[in-house]
């Protein structure tokens, strides 16, 4: 059984940090693709930051050069560290691991955590 656990949101004022960390057990995390997405109220889940098992990153164009994600294999972790918050950050927060089995793709959730930024 694969679980995923998130911890670290929170509420910070515009232009603080948070780091976010999940850790994932039940599977063999340097085989995971792991990605960070965020849901705003009465907005879809998007697409924040994404690390590959071999370590490639991507980022959401709106969180470029503020957010950074990492992983160590070690500790079944991955990270995102969120700087110059903004208010439009305001959102919960989802780990999501995702792990190929041949060609059959097989995703994994957090139960999220909520990140608040004041003005």
């Known amino acids: 059984q694969v679980q995923l656990v998130e911890s670290g949101g929170g509420e910070v004022q515009a232009g603080g940090s948070l780091r976010l960390s999940c850790v994932v057990s039940?599977?063999?995390?340097?085989?995971?693709?792991m990605n960070w997405y965020r849901q705003a109220p009465g907005k879809q889940r998007e697409l924040v930051a994404v690390?590959?098992?071999?370590?490639?990153?991507n980022y959401a164009d709106s969180v470029k050069g503020r957010f950074t994600i990492s992983r160590d294999n070690a500790k079944n972790t991955v990270y995102l560290q969120m700087n110059s918050l903004k208010p439009e950050d305001t959102a919960v927060y989802y780990c999501?691991?995702?792990?190929?089995?041949?060609?059959?793709?097989?995703?994994?959730w957090g139960q999220g955590t909520q990140v608040t930024v004041s003005s």
């Open positions: 690390i590959t098992s071999g370590g490639s990153t």
């Open positions: 999501n691991a995702i792990l190929w089995v041949g060609f059959r793709r097989n995703d994994y």
């Open positions: 039940g599977s063999i995390f340097r085989s995971n693709d």
